[in-house]
């Protein structure tokens, strides 16, 4: 069953702006207790981690190619996760995915996968140049 459900992708040009979100499906999970993440995957690639939210103090943390382009932050009072994405590239182009870990899993930092217990079915982020 779908435990997380992503919208807000699109076909845009170089340089535009998308926001995603990330919210619970039929009650299954509430994102306020858990770290959050979002992985991306283009085609013929591995899916690859893009932006960490803990759920201790809600510190964030990014890989290196979306810093100072990419925010992930969380709204407890919409019970929702976004991920703000300016200055997009072509590179950008991907399915977004959002997760949810419990905190600590695979440590506080966690960029893997495996560390992530919940995800959504992806939503597709295409930039055009």
């Known amino acids: 069953q779908v435990q997380l459900v992503e919208s807000g992708g699109g076909l845009v040009p170089a340089g535009d702006s998308l926001r995603l979100s990330c919210v619970a499906s039929?009650?299954?999970?509430?994102?306020?207790?858990?770290?959050m993440g979002w992985f991306r995957q283009a085609p013929a690639k591995e899916r690859e981690f893009v932006a960490g939210?803990?759920?201790?103090?809600?510190?964030?943390y990014y890989t290196d190619s979306v810093k100072g382009r990419f925010t992930i932050s969380r709204n407890y009072l919409k019970n929702t996760m976004y991920l703000q994405m300016n200055s997009l590239k072509p590179g950008d182009t991907a399915v977004y995915y959002c997760?949810?870990?419990?905190?600590?899993?695979?440590?506080?930092?966690?960029?893997?996968?495996?560390?992530?217990?919940?995800w959504g079915q992806g939503t597709q982020v295409t930039v055009s140049s």
């Open positions: 939210l803990l759920w201790e103090d809600d510190s964030t």
């Open positions: 997760a949810a870990r419990p905190p600590m899993s695979g440590g506080l930092w966690s960029r893997r996968e495996e560390d992530y217990e919940f």
């Open positions: 039929g009650g299954t999970i509430n994102i306020n207790n858990y770290a």
